[in-house]
């Protein structure tokens, strides 16, 4: 009899360990096809095309381990892990890094908010829920250069609570070096910081970000795409069946400015502008529109992204997509619709930069499909 009864007992807690203890694994799948002229020639004159099978045009592929431990007193530990692919290759999004976008754990509760510490995605990200296109290829993120999609190591974050429809995000990364601003050997950034306000209620939305970069060699802030500070304010619009979403963000450098090998300008401030409506016109059909414009100073020129796409959710996880979009350049600029990074397009040391020749214009399309679990 009593055997019978520790036996219960120990079944029972482990139930209720079991109940108080969650892990989630999770995941994106984004894969298409993909045309694009407007590409320069190896040598960076003239023009070309391509078609090749794409991942994370439409949102990056990804997976991820996400999971809670119930601590008492409303409180939970709680952690992720995170890292993007290619379904195109399998191959991992940063060489050598299992979970190259988040790797984080910390303790939350419902009342005073969350604290977590580990590799994150950099605060500027918050841009994501306010420009139509979601931040996907080709979006405002080509025409500040991946700025936006930044992630930072070493870093300790707090999310506050939602109080009378506010709520407040700040993020402080670490260096981890000797000199306080800059990073170690090999680091992407140097210091990184960052504070985000949102205020939400049924009818919109506003968010204000400011944020900066440190670059990793030196601590400076010398570069508008890769180590500037950012100022951000966007606004959505909810109106039944539309949302109309606008932007604006300013990145601004200090000090000396770094001008990439190859590159005719060095421009130390960027100024981008967008605007945008989506349609849900039925429960599974969805047609999006924006336009995003940037304007540098020093001579780097400026250029307007003209788009349209939309979605089609053949279920809850599984959805098709398109996008045919236009990225024009003022007689000084090369922006092109991918995310590239400063330089002269074409190929440089075995790598192929993307960017058009000055003053050009680049176009593309794609459609694809995205399952998540």
Do not use: C
């Amino acid at each position: 009899m009593k055997k019978s009864l520790v036996a219960a007992a120990l079944m029972s807690v482990g139930v209720v360990a079991q109940a108080q203890t969650s892990v989630t694994l999770y995941g994106r799948l984004d894969a298409g096809i993909e045309y694009i002229n407007g590409l320069p020639g190896n040598n960076g004159t003239g023009s070309t095309s391509r078609w090749r099978q794409e991942s994370g045009d439409w949102g990056t592929s990804l997976w991820g381990l996400k999971g809670s431990e119930d601590l008492g007193g409303g409180t939970k530990a709680v952690f992720q892990l995170e890292g993007a692919f290619s379904t195109a290759t399998g191959s991992l999004g940063l060489s050598g890094s299992l979970f190259d976008r988040i790797a984080n754990v910390g303790l939350s509760n419902d009342q005073f908010g969350t604290f977590l510490m580990g590799r994150q995605l950099q605060i500027a990200n918050g841009d994501w829920d306010f420009d139509p296109f979601g931040q996907s290829n080709w979006s405002s993120a080509s025409l500040v250069r991946g700025r936006n999609w930044e992630h930072t190591s070493n870093n300790l974050s707090y999310q506050s609570p939602k109080i009378a429809g506010f709520d407040a995000y700040g993020q402080y990364g670490l260096g981890n070096s000797t000199n306080w601003n800059e990073g170690v050997a090999g680091a992407a950034t140097g210091r990184s910081d960052g504070l985000q306000v949102t205020y939400t209620n049924p009818l919109f939305q506003v968010r204000g970000i400011y944020d900066e970069i440190r670059d990793p060699l030196n601590g400076q802030l010398d570069n508008p795409f890769t180590a500037s500070r950012e100022y951000f304010v966007g606004a959505n619009l909810f109106l039944g069946q539309f949302k109309v979403q606008a932007s604006y963000t300013a990145e601004r450098t200090s000090g000396g400015v770094v001008t990439p090998v190859g590159s005719p300008t060095s421009p130390s401030t960027a100024d981008m502008e967008w605007g945008g409506v989506t349609w849900q016109a039925t429960a599974a059909a969805a047609l999006i529109a924006a336009v995003y414009h940037v304007n540098t100073n020093n001579g780097g020129g400026n250029a307007t992204i003209y788009t349209v796409g939309g979605t089609y959710n053949l279920s809850k996880r599984t959805l098709l997509d398109f996008q045919v979009a236009q990225v024009r350049n003022s007689s000084t600029a090369n922006f092109g619709l991918d995310a590239n990074s400063e330089g002269p397009g074409g190929l440089t040391n075995g790598s192929f930069n993307e960017n058009p020749t000055q003053g050009r214009t680049q176009t593309g399309a794609y459609a694809g499909i995205q399952h998540s679990f």
